[in-house]
C-alpha cells in the first residue's frame, strides 16, 4: 500500500505524487462535483449551496510544477494508493485539530479512535460511524421513508395478484388460503431495513450505544418501523439498495445517508455501484467545520446566517419590484447599537485579501457597521492585524486612513504541539478564552 499525506491549503510539488500516479491522475483538476459523481462521499452534503465548498472547487489544483491543495480535507483511495489530506495544523502522527473541529460540530465526545497513524481501512470505518447520527437525524426530519414494496401472503383474504405456483407449493391439498402477492406502501422497505442493519451493526460496537445516545428517538422509529427485520438478510437488503438508489430530490438526505450506510456495511468497500478500480473515499469541508466550529463559541452574541440551511438570509438592496442582493454573513452581532460583522475564513492570514476585503466592507456598508472581523485559525503567534479604512482619492493627494471604519483579522491560536488528545483540549480551551475577550470589549 502506497500512502502520500498533504496537507490543505498546501503548495506542492508534483514531483512529490509520483508515487501515487495512479490516484493523482484520477483526481487533480478534478471539481467536487465530479467526484462525488465518481463515488467520493462529502460533508456536509449540500456542496452547491456553500459559499466556501463549492462544486466547482478543486482537491488538487494544478499550477505550473505544483499542485494548490485547498480548505478539503479527508481520504481518497484508488487499487493500492492512497492520498490522505490533513489539516495544516497537523503533525507526523496527530491530526487533533481535525478530530476537535468534527467532535464539536457534531456533538460527540471523543470515542472514536481518529489518530492519523491508524490504519486507513479502520480511519474510513471510523469516520463513517462517526458521520451516521448526523446523517440519521437529518433525513428523518423529513419522517419515516415510505414505498411501494410487494408483500407475499397465503390467506383467504386475497386482494392482489395470485401467485400461481407458489400457491401450488404451499396449499396442496387445499385448505382454503390462496397464495398471493400485494402491491402496498409500507415503511418497512429495503431503505429502511438498511438503516435497521446499520443500527445493529452499530450497537455491536463497544461505543455504539454511546454514538447513538443522540439520536435515540430516530432510532426508535427504526426500529419500530422495519418488524421484518432479520440479520441474515443483511447482503440481500445491501445488494438491493445499490441497485435502486433513491432518486426523488424530495428526499435527497435519505440517498446520502443510503450511501454512507452501505459503505459503513460494506467496510472497506467504499465505492456505491462500482467496481474496484474506482476513486473512493471521504471529504471534508474545513471551511464548513470551521465556521460552524465559531459558531459554537461566539453563538450567544452573534446571529448566524447558514447558507446551506437557507435560514437567515438578508438583502443589499431594495427596488419598486422587491428585495433583491441576497446574502449571507457569516456573522451578525445582536448589538444593533454597535453592529459587528464577523467573516470565518479557513485559510492563513496572509491569503485573507481582496474578494475578501470587498465582501466583507459590503456587509458592513448593508448593517452600518464600523468594525469587521476575519476569524482564522492561527499557529504562529500572529498578533491580530487591524486595518483602518482609507478616504480620500490618489488623484487629490489626500488619501489618509479613517479612525471610525475597520476590518481586524483575528486569529484563534490552535496549539502546535500536545502529547495526547487531553492535553491538546486543555491549551485550545485555553485559547478559546483568550479568542472571545475580543468581542467582550468589542
Known sequence: MTVLKIKDNAVVNKTKFKKINNITSKIADKTLEQLENEGIFLFPETITNSNDMTKEQMVLKSVNNNYLSSNVMGFLGYDNYQLIIESRFSTEKEDYFFQYLVNRVLKYPNIINLNASTNWDVQLSNWTLLLFPHYLKSALQKGAFKKYVYNKYNNSNVKGVVDVARHIQKNTPFVGNIAYTQREFSYDNSLMELIRHTIEYIKKKPYGNQL???????????????????????????????????????YHEYRILQRLCIMILQHYKYQVGSNNNQIHGILFDGAWLWEEYLNSLIGDIFYHPMNKKRKGAQYLFYTEKGKTGLIYPDFISKNSNNRII????????????????????AYMLRFDSKKGFYLYPEQDNQEKLTLMLNQGSRYEHNVESRRDICVIKCG???????????????????????????????
Open 212 to 250: 447513538l445516545r443522540n439520536v435515540k428517538d430516530e432510532v426508535e422509529i427504526v426500529i419500530a418501523k422495519t418488524p421484518n427485520y432479520e440479520y441474515h438478510n443483511r447482503p440481500k437488503i445491501i445488494a438491493e439498495n445499490k441497485k435502486y438508489l433513491v432518486r426523488n430530490a424530495y
Open 342 to 361: 464577523a467573516d470565518a475564513k479557513y485559510k492563513p492570514i496572509n491569503n485573507i485579501s481582496n474578494k475578501d476585503y470587498l465582501q466583507v466592507l
Open 412 to 442: 484563534l491560536r490552535i496549539p502546535s504541539f500536545s502529547n495526547s488528545y487531553e492535553e491538546f483540549l486543555s491549551k485550545i480551551k485555553l485559547s478559546e478564552k483568550v479568542f472571545l475577550k475580543n468581542f467582550v470589549t468589542s
